[in-house]
T-cell receptor
Framework: NAGVTQTPKFRVLKTGQSMTLLCAQDMNHEYMYWYRQDPGMGLRLIHYSVGEGTTAKGEVPDGYNVSRLKKQNFLLGLESAAPSQTSVYFC??????????????????FGPGTRLTVL | AQSVTQLDSHVSVSEGTPVLLRCNYSSSYSPSLFWYVQHPNKGLQLLLKYTSAATLVKGINGFEAEFKKSETSFHLTKPSAHMSDAAEYFCVVTLFSGGYNKLIFGAGTRLAVHP
């Protein structure tokens, strides 16, 4: 099993450009998450999804949109990139309470990250 | 409210000496606690997890952590550091909110291991 994968691994954008980050998981997890990591701040939740077709805002949702059209995929979009969105982005997944699958419902499995620079 | 404080932003040890990374937490109920490790330019890997079954939790790569409710601590230890342990370590507490288990991260401790 690949676990959680993210594409692309690196990207450089100019201010105002748009892009989509793709996250895929093969663990049959219901829940998926997008985080950003900035120096000295740990990880902060951008958006999350508790199932196919659902999304919800996390701590820092402004400037981002997400979609969960398939259970295994969670997309993060930047419509008009800004330098403040320069960061490392991590996707994670976990199973829901009562569901079968890898890990406990409170255990999140992370992808390798996408390093985004906005000039 | 749930929160996590990692008491050291940087720790430096010599190879073969013990490692201690300190974490204090604040929680209004019995929490789930985790340690994750992040090697340079890599994603986060789960080291170990505490969920009230046993106060001493053993993880991967020889790490362990002890949950001390009276001290609200969950310090990470390893008897003998290896060069490959050099990484950033995150202490995490969970909060069930909004229909899911929210992870609350500490700011991280960067571990350096010297020959």
């Amino acid at each position: 099993n690949a676990g959680v994968t993210q594409t692309p691994k690196f990207r450089v954008l100019k201010t105002g450009q748009s892009m989509t980050l793709l996250c895929a998981q093969d663990m049959n997890h219901e829940y998926m998450y997008w985080y950003r990591q900035d120096p000295g701040m740990g990880l902060r939740l951008i958006h999350y999804s508790v199932g196919e077709g659902t999304t919800a805002k996390g701590e820092v949702p402004d400037g981002y949109n997400v979609s969960r059209l398939k259970k295994q995929n969670f997309l993060l979009g930047l419509e008009s990139a800004a330098p403040s969105q320069t960061s490392v982005y991590f996707c994670a997944s976990s199973r829901s309470p009562g569901a079968s699958g890898r890990g406990g419902p409170d255990t999140q499995y992370f992808g390798p990250g996408t390093r985004l620079t906005v000039l | 409210a749930q929160s996590v404080t990692q008491l050291d932003s940087h720790v430096s040890v010599s190879e073969g000496t013990p490692v201690l990374l300190r974490c204090n937490y604040s929680s209004s109920y019995s929490p789930s606690l985790f340690w994750y490790v992040q090697h340079p330019n890599k994603g986060l890997q789960l080291l170990l997890k505490y969920t009230s079954a046993a106060t001493l939790v053993k993880g991967i790569n020889g790490f362990e952590a002890e949950f001390k409710k009276s001290e609200t601590s969950f310090h990470l230890t390893k008897p003998s550091a290896h060069m490959s342990d050099a990484a950033e370590y995150f202490c995490v507490v969970t909060l069930f909110s909004g229909g899911y288990n929210k992870l609350i991260f500490g700011a991280g401790t960067r571990l350096a291991v010297h020959p």
